[in-house]
């Protein structure tokens, strides 16, 4: 079965510094990977996938995420953290056999504190 | 070009109510999901859509819960009658995915059910 997990339910830090929310998967074969953003009282926002090829992915609002193999997980990154990136992250993957279906991590609040 | 849009975006409703939410998906996406968001947890599927049919409902308590698509673009998603244990947010999602297409989920900014 295809899964992914948040191993941290909150993650704060302060404006300016570096930030990263971990995620790990647990699929077979190749994974296909997202990273979704919550904002108070609002439905998910796509941020980035990991489809293939370079490690490291480029999304919105300057976020990044790295993909490793070895250890099995899809960081998200963002080299300077601003208050307004405080809101709920999702990590989800992609079902290998059914490409229509997709699974959510339980997510992790970033707090970003000026 | 219009996002996934939902209504209503909250509903108040005593326990044994029926309540109903409708969703309206991205013009051309062929796929549609309904997913439950419980208070700090993430989005689980409920019943996904592809077309007109239901191809996973695995997760749908149907003793209760019921769910339509008519003519493959709106959808409503109807519990009757609703427990204390529904409140939660009720998400909608479209995307048009396809076995070459890794495309990504567009989501609806929910409809939040209180069952009192």
């Known amino acids: 079965a295809q899964s992914v997990a948040q191993p941290e339910d909150q993650v704060n830090v302060a404006e300016g510094n570096p930030l990263t929310v971990k995620c790990t998967y647990s699929?077979?074969?190749?994974?296909?990977l997202f990273w979704y953003v919550q904002y108070p009282n609002r439905g998910l926002q796509f941020l980035l996938k990991y489809i293939t090829g370079d490690n490291l992915v480029k999304g919105s609002y300057g976020f990044e995420a790295e993909f490793n193999k070895s250890q099995t997980s899809f960081h998200l990154k963002k080299p300077s953290a601003l208050v307004s990136d405080s809101a709920l992250y999702f990590c989800?993957?992609?079902?290998?056999?059914?490409?229509?279906?997709?699974?959510f991590g339980s997510g992790t609040k970033l707090n970003v504190k000026p | 070009e219009a996002g996934v849009v939902q209504s209503p975006r909250y509903k108040i409703i005593e326990k044994k109510q029926p309540v109903a939410f409708w969703c309206n998906p991205i013009s051309g996406h062929n796929t549609l999901y309904w997913y439950r968001q419980n208070l700090g947890q993430g989005p689980e599927l409920l019943i996904r859509?592809?077309?007109?049919?239901?191809?996973?409902d695995s997760q749908l308590p149907k003793d209760r819960f019921s769910a339509e698509r008519l003519k493959g673009v709106d959808s409503t998603l109807k519990i009757q009658p609703a427990e204390l244990g529904d409140s939660a947010v009720y998400l909608c999602a479209s995307s048009f995915i396809a076995e070459v297409n890794t495309g990504e989920l567009f989501f609806g900014e929910g409809s939040r059910l209180t069952v009192l």
């Open positions: 859509y592809e077309n007109e049919e239901a191809v996973d």
């Open positions: 699929v077979s074969g190749n994974p296909y």
């Open positions: 989800a993957v992609r079902d290998m056999y059914n490409f229509n279906k997709f699974y």
